[in-house]
């Protein structure tokens, strides 16, 4: 134990290199930004006054067993 602490205050990096153990993500970071520009453009259409008054009146269709 005392070895491996040693080993990690001596090494610039934070955790011993293993290749067993895979490094990165396993989403590509393309993929992660796309994701995430869309679930921004989402929010912001849902926030829109024409796009909250169309679901309130499809929610207001739903029958009364099914409201909040």
């Known amino acids: 134990m005392t070895d491996l602490l040693l080993a990690l205050a001596a090494s610039p ?3 011993p290199s293993s290749p067993a153990v ?3 993500s396993p989403v590509p970071l393309p993929v992660g930004i796309g994701l995430g520009a869309v679930v921004v453009v989402l929010s912001v259409v849902v926030l829109l006054p024409g796009v909250r008054h169309w679901l309130d ?3 207001a269709r739903r029958p009364w067993r099914y409201r909040d």
């Open 57 to 59: 009146r499809v929610s």
């Open 13 to 15: 990096s934070p955790l």
């Open 22 to 24: 895979p490094t990165g």
